[in-house]
C-alpha cells in the first residue's frame, strides 16, 4: 500500500503499475488509514494449499517441503467466505485448522475435481460436517448416471465407513454441474472446464474483484497434433465432452 502526499492520477497509475493494493494521499487520519486498509483487505482473497500430492500421501521426510498430503486446496473470501476444492488427506489438515481456530464453525462450497481417492477419500474425516448449524454444497460433476452425491455417499456406505454422510450433524447438499459459470454472493465467479483425464474431470478459474486463480488437478499433456479431448475420450469412449453440458 502507498501513502504519498502526490495526488495526481498518474501517481495513482504508477503505483498500481508497481503492484501496489491501494494509495492513500497523505496527510491521513488514523480512521481514514483504517478505512483504507480494511478496503484493501476486503477486496483480496486468499489461497492456502492443505495438500498438493498426487495418488498417494507420503509422510517422510523428504515431502516436507510441500507437505505429505493430496489434494486439498482452500480460497478465502472477504466475510469468511470459503471455497475448498478436493477433499484429498489435505482436508484432515484443513480441518484441524477449523477445529482449533474457529469452533468447528464453518460453511462452505466443496468442490470436487473428480472422485479419484486422492480426492476425495478425507472427506469423511473432515469435522465440520459434524458440527450442527455449518452448511456445506459439494460440487462436481456427473460419471455417468451417478451424480456427485452418489459418488460421495458411495465411500461412506456402512461396509466402507461407520458413519452415512446423511448422518452428519451439519447440512450438507449435492449439486452436480458441467462446463459452465457458477456465481457466488453475486461477486465470487467459478468458470469450470473439463479437463484432460481419464472420466470427467473438473478445473476450475475463480474470479473475485478482478484476481482470479485457478484450481486445475490431474490434467494431462498432449502433443500439439492432439486435441485434448479426443486423448481424453480415447481413454474412455463412452464419455464425451457434451456429456457435461446438462
Ligand atoms: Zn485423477
Redesign the pocket.
Known amino acids: 500500500m502507498i501513502v504519498s502526499g502526490k495526488a495526481y492520477d498518474f501517481d495513482k497509475r504508477r503505483a498500481k503499475q508497481a503492484s501496489a493494493d491501494g494509495y492513500i494521499i497523505k496527510r491521513v487520519k488514523p480512521a481514514t488509514f483504517a478505512a483504507g486498509v480494511r478496503d484493501i483487505v476486503n477486496a483480496c482473497f486468499s489461497v492456502n494449499y492443505w495438500g498438493v500430492l498426487g495418488t498417494l500421501p507420503v509422510p517422510r521426510h523428504n515431502s516436507l517441503r510441500y507437505g505429505g498430503n493430496t489434494s486439498c486446496v482452500t480460497m478465502t473470501f472477504p466475510n469468511e467466505r470459503t471455497l475448498i476444492f478436493d477433499a484429498g488427506t489435505g482436508i484432515k489438515t484443513l480441518s484441524d485448522s477449523i477445529m482449533k481456530d474457529h469452533g468447528g464453525k464453518l460453511s462452505a462450497h466443496i468442490f470436487i475435481s473428480?472422485p479419484?481417492w486422492d480426492h476425495i477419500n478425507e472427506f469423511p474425516f473432515f469435522a465440520p460436517f459434524c458440527v450442527p448449524g455449518n452448511k456445506f454444497k459439494v460440487v462436481g460433476a456427473k460419471h455417468g448416471e451417478r451424480t456427485t452425491e452418489d459418488l460421495i455417499s458411495a465411500q461412506m456406505d456402512d461396509v466402507f465407513f461407520p458413519i452415512l454422510v446423511t448422518d452428519m450433524g451439519a447440512s450438507i447438499s449435492f449439486q452436480d454441474i458441467g462446463e459452465e459459470t457458477i456465481t457466488i454472493d453475486d461477486n465470487i465467479v467459478i468458470e469450470t472446464m473439463l479437463l484432460s483425464?481419464i472420466e470427467n474431470?473438473v478445473g476450475f478459474r475463480v474470479t473475485f474483484d478482478g484476481k482470479s486463480v485457478c484450481s486445475v488437478t490431474?490434467n494431462e499433456l498432449y502433443t500439439q497434433n492432439q486435441d485434448f479431448r479426443t486423448n481424453r475420450t480415447r481413454r474412455n469412449s463412452s464419455i464425451s465432452s457434451k456429456a457435461l453440458k446438462f
Open positions: 473428480h479419484h483425464h474431470c490431474d
